[in-house]
């Protein structure tokens, strides 16, 4: 059952799905959280900072895979990787292979994944006043790229299917044929430690859960357990790259709300004309 003819397809299915998401998680029109988002943009330099800070990680990102195409690789960890697991992937895929199923975590997987992204940008912008959240976002989204991208230059760790296609298949081709050419530029084949599918989801949902919008964190967490589940699924990533990517989401998170607390301090502490140390504290209540 094909669900993704091309890029298009997907881009298509992708706003609809973040303008459900923010309608939501924000609990209102989601064309006036996009509003509110444009006049920050506009109006907030500091907003406007962190968002273009946000966009050119995801920029080196994608230049670190023009870099790799560079580089000539004599080694590949993904036989040490399935030294330790054994065959788990395969096992689990095979356990719970079903056409239906394929299709509905192939969409959480090409769709889901990056509007819960995007429509915390915009959930965050809206029910975060001081924006703390959306700068904890930032932070942390910024932390799990940077940490992630070396492992990519210098530890390449090849796809389960593409390492053992004996016994695991690329089930993503049969929801999204063509993947190979449309979709593979945004995701190296040997970029599998840590996985960042992971560290993402779980990273959106502790947020989530950090906010204090239950209804949000709800939805997060049970999206980051399914993706989760879909990476194995799909053949994609190990079980060694899901418990890397669970650390650095748990890392990040943690240093997104300290640096966001840390920078609501310090401009806090500006505006009452001194910062002390005592000023610098780590805002344990969630955001409302």
């Known amino acids: 059952m ?28 989601p064309f006036k ?8 943009m506009a109006l907030n330099r500091k907003y406007l ?7 050119l990680i995801l920029f080196l990102n994608k230049l670190e895979m023009r870099i790799e195409h560079h580089m000539t690789y004599t080694y590949d960890f993904a036989t040490f990787f399935q030294s330790i697991e054994g065959n788990f992937v395969a096992n689990l895929q095979h356990m719970f292979e079903n056409r239906y199923l394929t299709v509905f ?6 769709v889901v994944f990056q509007a819960m992204l995007i429509a915390s940008i915009g959930i965050y912008s809206k029910r975060s006043k001081d924006k703390r959240m959306f700068y904890a976002l930032c932070y942390a989204i910024m932390i799990n790229y940077l940490v992630a991208i070396p492992f990519y230059l ?9 390492h053992d296609p004996t016994n695991v298949s690329f089930l993503m081709l049969n929801v999204f044929p063509d993947f190979e050419n449309q979709y593979r530029a945004l995701s190296g084949l040997d970029n599998c430690f840590p996985s960042l599918h992971t560290s993402i989801s779980v990273t959106l949902a502790i947020l989530a859960v950090r906010s204090g919008i239950k209804r949000w964190a709800w939805f997060c967490c049970i999206c980051a357990v399914i993706i989760i589940f879909a990476i194995f699924y799909l053949g994609i990533h190990w079980l060694i790259d899901m418990c890397g990517g669970v650390v650095l989401a748990t890392f990040a998170s943690t240093m997104g709300m300290r640096l966001s607390a840390m920078n609501l301090s310090l401009r806090r502490g500006r505006r ?14 969630d955001a409302k």
């Open 272 to 285: 009452s004309g001194s910062v002390t140390p005592g000023n610098i504290t780590y805002l344990r209540e």
């Open 33 to 40: 959280v996009g509003g509110l988002f444009l006049r920050e």
């Open 49 to 55: 900072l962190h968002f273009g800070a946000l966009m």
């Open 154 to 162: 210098f530890l390449p760790v090849n796809e389960v299917w593409y």
């Open 2 to 29: 094909t669900l993704f003819d091309n890029m298009t397809t997907v881009a298509i299915y992708s706003a609809i799905t973040v303008t459900l998401l923010i309608w939501y998680g924000a609990a209102t029109n």
């Open 105 to 110: 975590l192939a969409f959480m997987y090409v």
